[in-house]
């Protein structure tokens, strides 16, 4: 079953615009990632926030974690037209390295 | 390069045609798994494996079947592929050491059954 849910499903902004997504999850988690997948393409790691952890950077990308929301926000920022991809959030199972994942939002940055 | 490989990339096959779509993995990962994506489904998980010898369902196992003889390759086999196993087809691996492991994902392999 999904637990990872994003919202917007779909997004489209200008280059040089922030991009914001959303992640709601449903159990209790020790971690949450996002992934990229550009069209037809394998996915691909961005981050791992761990479940102690309220907020994570790397280069343009800033993930915040809210435990007792169950939410995760990812923000891209100065996006650029090679950020267009879909974007995915992903829980594993306590119990070992199975993932769940998100049905993804697709974000579309305009040139 | 740590890298997840899949072949074929793309498949178009005929209903009843047996086929294996083969997974290998460089990183000496202990866990292998296999998902496939739908529209508006997302990606939900085939089969998995913790280990050699080890392989156990996902949330769709049903008209799949999976070997894990050797630690880096993980083969998902359609015995009577059907059109409903059309799909695109990922392969993942992770180590299980430790609590946070991301997983490498290959590339896909884009299936469609006539």
């Known amino acids: 079953s999904q637990q990872g849910e994003e919202d917007p499903q779909a997004l489209s902004i200008q280059e040089g615009e922030n991009a914001t997504m959303n992640c709601s999850y449903k159990t209790s988690i020790n971690n949450l990632q996002w992934y990229r997948q550009n069209s037809g393409r394998g996915l691909v790691h961005l981050i791992l926030?761990?479940?102690?952890?309220r907020e994570k950077h790397s280069g343009r990308l800033r993930v915040t974690l809210d435990t007792s929301k169950k939410s995760s926000s990812l923000l891209i920022t100065a996006s650029r037209a090679a950020d267009t991809a879909s974007y995915f959030c992903a829980t594993p199972e306590t119990s070992g390295s199975r993932l769940t994942f998100g049905e993804g939002t697709q974000l579309t940055v305009n040139p | 390069e740590a890298q997840v490989t899949q072949n074929p990339r793309y498949l178009i096959t005929v209903t009843g045609k047996k086929l294996t779509v083969t997974c290998s993995q460089n990183m000496n990962h202990e866990y292998m798994s296999w998902y496939r994506q739908d529209p508006g489904l997302g990606l939900r998980q085939i089969y998995y494996s913790m280990n050699v010898e080890v392989t156990d369902k996902g949330d769709v196992p049903e008209g799949y079947k999976v070997s894990r003889k050797e630690k880096r390759n993980f083969p998902l086999i359609l015995e009577s592929p059907s059109p409903n196993q059309t799909s695109l087809y990922f392969c993942?691996?992770?180590?299980?050491?430790?609590?946070?492991?991301?997983?490498?994902f290959g590339p896909g392999t884009r299936l469609t059954v006539l």
């Open positions: 993942a691996s992770t180590r299980l050491a430790g609590t946070y492991n991301e997983q490498f």
């Open positions: 926030i761990r479940s102690n952890e």
